[in-house]
């Protein structure tokens, strides 16, 4: 007939051990843990000694006192009952006897049994993050098995405090990353694996060759309670098999993380703005109060020199105060997301990188720097502005550091369109007897029409371009006019015939294919 007086609130307290004792200074025999059994048999009557017990077992740790009632006591004594509550001491009283031995042997057996599958279950996540290790797995795996194997969140930040990969096992992001910096800090990394700050979380160090490198986070939200054995293996493991990638040469994770996060927001992969926010604030970008700028690098180098150059934007950026996130987004593309202060000029950074890119990768780089945005949410439209504009700029048409969606003219949509087989049909329609003809005939019918639309109808001008006399070319253009049925004067016929030369420039070829 147990009942219970007093610590109520401590009934979760992990038991690691049973002691019997009816001495009165019982923590000289104890470690923290333990459930004190007594009969009560050398309590003092004096009320002061009692709470000078209590106080011994709440300072040694303790996991409680349980008390049988019939051999000292008919009922335990309310200054012993006032002692544990002061003190939050878990106080248990039986109306029956109990067989003390009874207790020890079940109890302890029960705990023996716990240790065992807990160093069974050692042994198998020890050997999860070994085969991990072994065939060099990516530190997005191993977080990712973290959380999987404790069944909570998992964050991996640097010294600086900034989340560079987190699994949250289907949880928004916008609840556990929010402030991220500030809560971080408030919770020190114990030289044991304990509780730490004030939500309670697991750290475990990871490190590199030049010492503390970053944190591993356990997000457990059972506060004030031991850590599961379990956690702290999984924990201890997963930050040794952190620490053994971080040594095995160059690393890049700020990049990777960089890259993944601008992936999700180009491709909209996040629930909520608030989640992208969240997400983006915790990696070190200011997102709120700033203007937004998506930058596309795009390339054509494949010997992985554009992932040596993301490195080097991001560290230029940082030496000069730009914060900014930059990774490798796809082959041949270097995306920049910028956060700017809103009086500042982004002019001169767009600058800054386009002449980085033109030194590490020469002429064939290609900036485009896509309209500024206010808020997160409508970055997707910023990047894919850059990255259409990147995608129509030929190197050899501008002569500048960097390009805007204003920059795409004409033949440069064209460009980024020329595989669209309605285009092509539409060149083949209107210029195909013109080919022929010039296939026929070695013919420069097509060159001559060419510098015709170039010199915007300009005769004399389009025959000194075609290298041809004047009553020579006359007589080519009434040819062309002739063979296609129609006006070289009329506006929009030539309109329709310059789209259609525009077409087969940008295509490459002498005719376009169907």
């Given at each position: 007939m147990p009942r219970v007086l007093?610590?109520?609130?401590?009934?979760?307290?992990?038991?690691?051990?049973?002691?019997?004792?009816?001495?009165?200074?019982?923590?000289?025999?104890?470690?923290?843990?333990?459930?004190?059994?007594?009969t009560g048999m050398p309590y003092p009557e004096d009320p002061s000694k009692l709470r000078g017990y209590v106080d011994q077992l709440a300072d040694v740790g303790a996991a409680g006192l349980i008390v049988e009632l019939g051999h000292r006591y008919r009922k335990v004594p309310e200054e012993?009952?006032?002692?544990?509550?002061?003190?939050?001491?878990?106080?248990?009283?039986?109306?029956?006897?109990?067989?003390?031995?009874?207790?020890?042997?079940?109890?302890?057996?029960?705990?023996?049994?716990?240790?065992?599958?807990?160093?069974?279950?050692?042994?198998?996540?020890?050997?999860?993050?070994?085969?991990?290790?072994?065939?060099?797995?990516?530190?997005?795996?191993?977080?990712?098995?973290?959380?999987?194997?404790?069944?909570?969140?998992?964050?991996?930040?640097?010294?600086?405090?900034?989340?560079?990969?987190?699994?949250?096992?289907?949880r928004p992001y916008e609840p556990v990353v929010s402030a991220w910096a500030r809560r971080s800090r408030a919770a020190p990394t114990p030289e044991k694996l304990a509780p730490s700050g004030p939500e309670g979380w697991l750290i475990a160090p990871v490190e590199d060759h030049h010492g503390p490198w970053g944190r591993l986070v356990l997000l457990d939200s059972r506060l004030n309670t031991e850590?599961?054995?379990?956690?702290?293996?999984?924990?201890?493991?997963?930050?040794?098999?952190?620490?053994?990638?971080?040594?095995?040469?160059?690393?890049?994770?700020?990049?990777?993380?960089?890259?993944?996060?601008?992936?999700?927001?180009?491709?909209?992969?996040?629930?909520?703005?608030?989640?992208?926010?969240?997400?983006?604030?915790?990696?070190?970008l200011p997102a709120f109060g700033h203007r937004l700028f998506a930058v596309v690098i795009r390339h054509t180098r494949q010997d992985g020199e554009g992932e040596q150059l993301d490195e080097r934007i991001a560290k230029a950026l940082s030496q000069t105060g730009v914060r900014a996130l930059v990774g490798e987004t796809a082959p041949g593309?270097?995306?920049?997301?910028?956060?700017?202060?809103?009086?500042?000029?982004?002019?001169?950074?767009?600058?800054?990188?386009?002449?980085?890119?033109?030194?590490?990768?020469?002429?064939?780089?290609?900036?485009?720097?896509?309209?500024?945005?206010?808020?997160?949410?409508?970055?997707?439209?910023s990047w894919l502005e850059a990255e259409q504009t990147a995608e129509a700029i030929t190197p050899a048409s501008f002569e500048r550091w960097f390009y805007v969606p204003a920059d795409v003219e004409l033949p440069e949509l064209l460009g980024v369109l020329r595989e669209d087989t309605r285009l092509q049909r539409y060149a083949e329609r209107q210029l195909n007897r013109l080919i022929e003809h010039d296939d026929r005939n070695g013919g420069d019918l097509l060159p001559a029409l060419r510098a015709y639309l170039t010199a915007a109808g300009n005769k004399s001008v389009a025959a000194k371009l075609a290298g041809m006399s004047r009553q020579a070319y006359y007589q080519r253009l009434h040819t062309i006019e002739r063979l296609l049925g129609c006006d070289l004067e009329a506006g929009l016929q030539r309109t329709s015939l310059h789209v259609a030369v525009l077409v087969l420039d940008a295509r490459g070829a002498a005719a376009p294919a169907i």
């Open positions: 007093a610590g109520d609130s401590q009934l979760s307290r992990a038991v690691r051990w049973v002691h019997v004792t009816e001495l009165l200074n019982p923590a000289d025999f104890l470690e923290g843990g333990e459930l004190v059994l007594t012993l009952v006032a002692a544990c509550r002061a003190r939050d001491v878990p106080l248990v009283e039986l109306a029956r006897g109990v067989r003390f031995i009874d207790v020890t042997q079940t109890v302890h057996a029960l705990i023996l049994d716990a240790q065992g599958a807990l160093l069974r279950r050692g042994r198998d996540i020890q050997d999860i993050f070994t085969a991990l290790t072994l065939r060099g797995a990516s530190p997005e795996e191993l977080v990712h098995t973290t959380a999987e194997l404790t069944g909570a969140p998992v964050v991996l930040e640097d010294l600086t405090h900034r989340v560079l990969m987190c699994e949250l096992l289907g850590p599961d054995p379990e956690h702290v293996l999984v924990l201890e493991r997963a930050s040794v098999a952190l620490t053994m990638a971080r040594l095995a040469g160059p690393a890049w994770w700020e990049r990777r993380a960089h890259r993944s996060v601008l992936r999700d927001l180009y491709e909209r992969r996040f629930r909520s703005p608030a989640d992208a926010r969240a997400r983006a604030e915790a990696l070190g593309r270097i995306g920049v997301l910028l956060a700017l202060a809103q009086a500042s000029a982004w002019q001169p950074v767009a600058e800054r990188i386009g002449r980085l890119a033109r030194e590490e990768l020469g002429e064939e780089a290609v900036v485009a720097v896509g309209p500024g945005v206010t808020d997160l949410s409508g970055i997707a439209r």
